[in-house]
């Protein structure tokens, strides 16, 4: 297993968001999330992705138990295995499609000659080779999300959390960035775990979970 999650609990104030969750992830694998407004999808996200920490229960990636890492040994170990995309881009203005795309790989201190060859590689792959050098506001918001995908992948991660990432699109390029998942996961075999409204990518995964009252139901 990829990813290992038991009996996580995360309140706010007397709120009870995630009330005992059990959730598994295999290499390879892509599972969707789902639920209603509120019902704790997000939440559930951040901190399987690192970016918050439960109350209680136990995490492990990659067989590490994250639970046990400082805040500076998490920043490192969720910039060396794990990818993110969001609604909204993230991209900043004022650089290239490039060098957005290189900054996880520059704040991990790789080699610039090396994350840049990825970043050309992944360009290539998603088909934006052309748009290397636009700034975000040149790039339509298709070619905008890729370039957040390309930018998740470009420390290799273990694992990629995607957080409603067709809910700022049309539905062409929704439907491209479905399909571009699983190209991704079939040429590179990439895990994604989803959090989505978007029943076709829902459906599209190998798992569906959904989240009802802060635990997953049957």
Known sequence: MILEGYQI???????????????????????????????GKSTLLHILGTLDRADSGKLTIKGKNVNNLSSSQMARFRNKNIGFVFQFHNLLPEFSALENICIPGYIGKRKPAEVEAKAVELLEILGMADRRN???????????????????????????FADEPSGNLDSRNAHELHELFLKL????????????????????????LEIKDGIFVK
Do not use: M, W
């Not at 996961?185 to 569906?208: P, Y």
């Open 9 to 39: 609990t995360k309140s706010y104030g007397d709120l009870k968001v995630l009330k005992g969750i059990d959730i598994s992830i295999e290499k390879g694998e892509i599972v969707s999330i789902v639920g209603a407004s509120g019902a």
């Open 134 to 160: 636009n700034k975000p506001s040149e790039l339509s918001g298709g070619e905008q999300q890729r370039a957040s995908v390309a930018r998740a992948l470009i420390n290799d991660p273990e694992i990629v």
């Open 185 to 208: 996961r079939k040429e590179l075999n990439q895990t994604f775990v989803i959090v989505t409204h978007n029943e076709h990518l829902a459906q599209l995964a190998d798992r569906i």
